[in-house]
């Protein structure tokens, strides 16, 4: 019996023991990580996420292209450090795996608001966008007129990929007229295959930025973005707040290759 006993024991223990470290662990994951500049140039590698679309970030046959793409490479330039790319489509878990460490930086175009820059810090901006209503033209939408008035989407269901930026932009707008403007996150698809689901028909309305959305429209002659939905708004890239020297780092090179005729050729593939 004593021996049962102190063999219980020692397996309460044991799993007491295993139960702690495996919440210390978990708490240390989704801690903080405090890794500027001089760490990641000692270990020689930059961390970078980015997500997939046809404009930044894209697989053509067996290439990889994109303007997001071709600026880091152009950026590579300017120093030593390997860039390492990783791919999610969600940005809520790209801001996660920039505060757990996975990542140093978020390579992808976001709307630089106030709200964001409480927790992340954002780069020179890379370029001037602005959110667009992408819906069908009259001739293909059963003779219905496309929205001009933002009074209009009352009621209306707008659908956006999963952790959207536009959506605080979306739910300003319902304030700002005073009515219910109803979003669906999508978690499978991004802007530009909403899009597509729009000209089929499957949904009427989706939103994204007029870069995009002009790219979109010269494929698809059945979508109208002619109706804004915000004003003009800068874009940067993202990294940890706690990384001040990384920061001034990417502007520097930011700055550099914004003065050069690469810059414009990239904006020009890209944002005719």
Same mark, same amino acid.
């Given at each position: 019996?004593?021996?049962?006993?102190?063999?219980g024991?020692?397996?309460g223990?044991?799993?007491?023991?295993?139960v702690i470290?495996?919440?210390?662990?978990?708490?240390y %994951?989704?801690?903080p990580?405090?890794?500027?500049?001089p760490?990641?140039?000692?270990?020689?590698?930059?961390h970078i996420?980015?997500?997939l &679309?046809p404009?930044g970030y894209f697989?053509? =046959?067996?290439t990889?292209?994109?303007s997001?793409?071709e600026? @880091?490479q152009?950026? *590579?330039t300017y120093?030593?450090?390997s860039f390492?790319?990783?791919?999610e489509?969600?940005?809520?878990k790209?801001?996660?795996?920039?505060k757990?460490? !996975?990542?140093d @930086?978020?390579?992808? $175009?976001i709307?630089?608001?106030? %709200?964001?820059?409480?927790e992340y =810090?954002f780069?020179e901006a890379i370029? $001037?966008?602005?959110l667009?209503l992408?819906?069908r033209?009259? /001739?293909?939408? &059963?003779?219905? /007129?496309?929205?001009?008035?933002?009074?209009?989407?009352? +009621?209306?269901t707008?659908y956006?990929? !999963?952790d959207?930026?536009?959506?605080?932009?979306?739910?300003n707008l319902s304030? #700002?007229?005073?009515?219910s403007i109803?979003?669906?996150?999508n978690?499978?698809?991004q802007a $530009?295959q909403?899009?597509?689901?729009v000209?089929?028909?499957e949904?009427?309305y989706t939103?994204c930025?007029v870069?995009?959305a #002009?790219s979109l =429209?010269?494929k698809?002659p059945?979508l109208d973005?002619?109706?804004?939905i915000?004003?003009? +708004?800068?874009?940067?890239?993202a990294?940890?707040?706690n990384s001040?020297?990384l920061l001034d780092? @990417?502007n520097t090179?930011?700055?550099?290759? !914004?003065?050069t005729?690469?810059y *414009? %050729?990239i904006?020009?593939?890209?944002? !005719?």
């Amino acid at each position: 019996m004593k021996s049962k006993k102190r063999f219980g024991i020692i397996s309460g223990t044991i799993i007491a023991a295993i139960v702690i470290i495996v919440y210390i662990i978990v708490q240390y %994951n989704k801690a903080p990580v405090n890794r500027d500049f001089p760490e990641i140039e000692k270990k020689g590698i930059l961390h970078i996420v980015t997500d997939l &679309n046809p404009i930044g970030y894209f697989v053509s =046959s067996d290439t990889i292209a994109g303007s997001n793409y071709e600026l @880091l490479q152009a950026l *590579q330039t300017y120093t030593n450090i390997s860039f390492q790319i990783s791919v999610e489509n969600s940005l809520e878990k790209s801001f996660e795996g920039l505060k757990t460490g !996975k990542y140093d @930086l978020i390579a992808r $175009n976001i709307p630089i608001n106030s %709200n964001l820059r409480n927790e992340y =810090s954002f780069t020179e901006a890379i370029l $001037n966008n602005r959110l667009v209503l992408v819906q069908r033209k009259a /001739e293909f939408n &059963n003779g219905i /007129e496309p929205i001009r008035n933002h009074l209009d989407l009352s +009621h209306k269901t707008l659908y956006v990929p !999963k952790d959207s930026p536009s959506i605080l932009r979306l739910q300003n707008l319902s304030h #700002e007229i005073g009515d219910s403007i109803f979003i669906v996150e999508n978690e499978t698809y991004q802007a $530009n295959q909403l899009a597509y689901m729009v000209a089929a028909g499957e949904i009427d309305y989706t939103v994204c930025d007029v870069k995009t959305a #002009e790219s979109l =429209s010269a494929k698809i002659p059945e979508l109208d973005i002619k109706t804004d939905i915000g004003f003009t +708004h800068f874009e940067g890239w993202a990294v940890r707040a706690n990384s001040p020297i990384l920061l001034d780092s @990417l502007n520097t090179w930011i700055k550099k290759i !914004k003065t050069t005729q690469e810059y *414009q %050729n990239i904006l020009k593939r890209y944002y !005719k």
